[in-house]
């Protein structure tokens, strides 16, 4: 069965970087894309970027753009998700998710990052 | 690119349904039909319920509908059950990112 497990939640200061981690499994790695979407609490879904993990080309939101870099190890079939210059805003559930053809199928557990000083 | 527009919240009682409203523009739900609907019950991940439009994955019951009209999408529940108090988002390509909906709360009276 299709299964995404992301890394641990993640204490942050302010300025710091972050990185998730999301290991696929259960289907073809390189068939589908992975997204990531975080939600802040209290708050809806925002869509983030998204990674082909067969040619490895991203595509991100304006709002992340110059802040966020996703990257893929086909070799352990895992997914990254690197955020700079962490504020406090950034506190959030960040969740990576199966991107087939533009639907998110299956969804990792989520990670909670909390930025605080 | 702004957050598609949802009503804040709907209710409805036991085997009644609720229909979602889900307005974007004509650079996202208008000219795509790669439009989803998400389910989150809290303190969980969302779950897929529809996508394309109006397409079930396997195991989503057809009580849940999805339509498109324009610049609008609809996510419809009939017969409405506990379990679907949720939040509930839309989601719609626009060319190259994706944009969800501010989110709806459903209530079961």
């Known amino acids: 069965q299709v299964q995404l497990v992301q890394s641990g939640p993640e204490v942050k200061k302010p300025g710091a970087s972050l990185k998730v981690s999301c290991k696929a499994s259960?289907?073809?790695?390189?068939?589908?894309?992975i997204s990531w979407v975080r939600q802040a609490p209290g708050e809806g879904l925002q869509w983030m970027g998204w990674?082909?993990?067969?040619?490895?080309?991203?595509n991100y939101a304006q709002k992340f753009l110059g802040r966020v870099t996703v990257t893929k190890d086909t070799s352990t079939r895992t997914v990254y998700m690197e955020l700079r210059s962490l504020r406090s805003d950034d506190t959030a559930v960040y969740y990576c998710a199966r991107d087939r053809h533009y639907t998110f199928d299956f969804w990792g557990q989520g990670t909670l990052v909390t930025v605080a000083s | 690119q702004s957050a598609l527009t949802q009503p804040r919240s709907v209710s409805g009682s036991p085997g009644q349904s609720v229909a979602i409203s889900c307005t974007g523009t004509?650079?996202?739900?208008?000219?795509?039909?790669?439009i989803s609907w998400y389910q989150q019950h809290p303190g969980k991940a969302p779950k897929l319920i529809i996508f394309?439009?109006?397409e079930r994955p396997s195991g989503v019951p057809d009580r849940f509908s999805g339509s498109k009209s324009g610049n609008t999408a609809s996510l419809t529940i009939s017969g409405l059950q506990a379990d679907d108090e949720a939040d509930y988002y839309c989601?719609?390509?626009?060319?190259?990112?994706?944009?969800f909906g501010t989110g709806t709360r459903v209530t079961v009276l």
């Open positions: 259960g289907y073809t790695f390189t068939s589908n894309g």
């Open positions: 394309d439009v109006n």
């Open positions: 989601c719609s390509y626009a060319g190259s990112p994706r944009v």
């Open positions: 004509s650079s996202d739900i208008g000219g795509y039909d790669y």
């Open positions: 990674i082909s993990t067969h040619k490895g080309n991203t």
